[in-house]
């Protein structure tokens, strides 16, 4: 474990990504090296979303049921209101985010997560239900929902990084950071041969000077014209004149 | 369309974006972080992230799997490794502007007075604490460890004694001589003369030899205490009672003087500059902490900050979330 050089910088931003982003970056500054941030657990558990018929046949059953007919809030009790209806719980998302977090952190819950991470649910997905069950318990408002979706997202992902699953973020996107990976690779070696043989190219030219040329191997009649023209000879692939 | 779908269509959007926030960061990440799997890179991302929601207490609460400080108890208790580093409550107290302003000036106090003590020549002596050696040596005083010649057996010779004592004969006082004088050898019983025995005693003696003598016959010095040694030394102060009286009050009358000065012009201010901000209203360091400047530039009013999402070290709410989530909530083995 390498002791850092030094404490750490002030951070501050309104974007968990950008305050993480600066964290790990501040602290490979103090040197600690990625491994020691992210240490390797060996080969992770693929949470591949696996298609199954049972449930898109109860996704149906659920969306044939129909929604609420228009105006049918209105016609309920105001005395009888819904959670979501009444002041909420926390109008301080600070609180808000606390109390989510206290309870994701339970043994049963976080077991139900590595579950749900592991057989192939999202990050999104997950952090989804939890958000809109808090909102449908009238602990939190709409807008507070909004605002914890990144702090949450990024707890479940945490959770799954623990449990060393390679999990989807969002749909089916398991392998999409290796394919990213995969396609710069290739850019770079597909550009690093393009480099080379410019190269290889610009060196052979720079070298070839008419007299030097074999006449066994160019008649010299044609040697004769390239020292007569000279620079103005084309090449078959250069732009024609219009 | 009604508030549920709405939601539903918004909460897309946003999980969306939060997705392409991640993809860039990492991105971001990996330009400055050559060579590095972006899968790494996402899941250094992930553990930063809780530690800021969390103050590194979730990650001690996931159970402690991969050790060494890094997601285990020690991250929670701000221990070494990354989350540790990052939750460092004592690091990050020190390291903002304020609590670097409060700590110099008692190091410069203490400094000063250490280098006023070195001036006077004291060094480093203390009233409590007995001198040692090096003390007494830098002093100039030597003590010898031993007296030379003091022992019981020739105390008479290592301290000069006169063999006989003029005029002290048992006749003539009449006083039986032999309890109070048997310790001393040399003295011979012969006339006591006038005066008390103590008195005669030590008559030809100086007055170091009357001292001990003295000491010996009460019992307070005894051999042993002479063998090894003299008593300690009290301090350069205290041997020097009206000197460091003096100066004292020399001193604590030009240090508050001073201080009054630089009190009443600190108030007054400067009246030679019009404009300039009315004295003891100085800017300090408070008004340029990374929050403020932070939340002055996002035209964010500081009043209501706490309901505004921050994320950071320098968040003071994220330090009430590292109090919160000090408490065990998973069983770590």
Redesign the interface.
Known sequence: MGTPKRQPNPIISSSLSEAAASSVLDGLDAGFTIDEIAPDTGPKIRGEAKFSQEGLDNLVNLSNKGGPIPGQSLTRDSEDPYPWETPPEFSNPREALDDIVGSIMQPEAMKNIVSALAQGGAVADIGTAILYAKFNEGKITPDVMMMLAEPVMYTIMAIGEEANIKYNIEGNDLDEFDEEDNKEEFDNKVNEFRNVLTDIKKGATKNIEPSKIDSNVVPESILAQVKEKGPEIKSLLSKGEE | M??F?K?KK??KK???A??K??????K??KK??KK???????????????????GGA??G???A??G????GSAAAAGG???AG??T?TA??L???ALGSALATPFTMLGTGLGKAALALGVPAISNAAPLTAAQTAAAGVTLPSTIPGASTANVATGMNLPTTIPGASTAASGATVGTGVAGVPGITVGSAGSGTLASNVTAGMSAAQASTTAGLQSGSLTASSIASGAAPQASWFARHPRLTAAGISVGSTVGTALVQGAVGQYIAGDPEQQGSMAGAAVEGGEYL???KV?AAQ?GINTDSI??????????P?SQ??NQ?YQQQ???VA
């Open positions: 009604g508030l779908k939601l918004a909460f946003v999980t969306s939060v997705k926030v991640v993809k860039k960061v990492v971001g990440v400055v972080v590095v799997s972006s899968s790494k890179i996402l899941k250094a991302l992930a553990i930063a992230a809780a530690v800021v929601v969390t979730a990650l609460a996931m159970g799997t991969t060494a400080g890094l997601f070494t490794g990354f580093w990052m460092g690091a990050s020190t390291s903002t902490d990374p929050l932070y996002q706490y309901q505004n999402m921050m994320y950071g070290n320098q968040d709410s009430y979330g919160l909530t998973f069983g």
